[in-house]
């Protein structure tokens, strides 16, 4: 067990809806990134949040956003769903000042 | 050309043998690497990181870093049926957000 946590375990939405997932970071670790893991592919990087700011996101478009909390947990939002957001999202936390992540159970999205 | 590659697998291998995983990446700046397992439907777990060229052994694993021919590879020795799993490879970008660019993975099936 790593100590990250993430809600809800999984979640069935329309294509269209708008989802919140959340994760809250081991303790002590204040960086928050966020993946998605589509079956049989390895997880992609969508962003990063450190001091409640977003410090880095790969090739996402805009509907996906994010926030940080003071208490370093965060929430990742995706708008007007479509069904290849059908993944397994995944939050990984770590110190700012080490590349080590350790990653949450998941939340199991499921667009129809 | 992807950033990390590695073979889909499945590798399978006879219980109590060494089961030998590889990688290659495309970044030459990458500083970081590191290796995950991921059971079927759960998360990835952080298994082994290495910074250096060289071997690292923890236990039954030993991580092996080649930067000049842009390769990791991981053995696992005396192998087990709990070892079954897929064996995802991770490099670090060295860019400010420290995100992780991840292989599809490989498959790794020990037979008892």
């Known amino acids: 067990e790593t100590g990250v946590t993430q809600s809800p375990t999984h979640l069935i939405k329309t294509r269209g809806q708008q989802v919140t997932l959340r994760c809250s970071s081991q303790?002590?670790?204040?960086?928050v990134s966020w993946y998605q893991q589509a079956l049989g592919q390895g997880p992609q990087f969508i962003f990063q949040?450190?001091?409640?700011?977003?410090?880095g996101r790969g090739n996402f478009p805009p509907r996906f956003s994010g926030l940080q909390f003071p208490n370093y947990s965060s929430e990742l939002n995706v708008n007007a769903l479509e069904l290849d957001d059908s993944a397994l999202y995944l939050c990984?936390?770590?110190?700012?000042?080490?590349?080590?992540?350790?990653f949450g159970p998941g939340t199991r999205l499921t667009v129809t | 050309q992807k950033e990390v590659e590695q073979n889909s697998g499945p590798l399978s291998v006879p219980e109590g043998a060494i089961a030998s995983l590889n990688c290659t990446y495309s970044?030459?700046?990458?500083?970081?690497f590191f290796w995950y397992r991921q059971y079927s439907g759960k998360s990835p777990e952080l298994i082994m990181s290495?910074?250096?060229?060289g071997d690292k052994e923890d236990g039954r694993f030993t991580a092996q870093l080649n930067k000049a021919s842009q390769y990791v590879s991981l053995l696992i020795r005396d192998s087990q049926p709990s070892d079954s799993a897929t064996y995802l490879c991770?490099?670090?970008?060295?860019?400010?957000?420290?995100?992780?660019?991840f292989g599809s993975g490989t498959r790794l099936l020990v037979r008892p």
């Open positions: 990984a936390s770590s110190f700012r000042e080490s590349p080590e992540q350790y």
């Open positions: 303790s002590g670790h204040n960086t």
């Open positions: 949040y450190y001091r409640e700011e977003e410090n």
């Open positions: 970044d030459r700046g990458s500083q970081s």
């Open positions: 290495i910074y250096s060229n």
């Open positions: 991770a490099v670090n970008l060295m860019d400010s957000s420290y995100k992780l660019i």
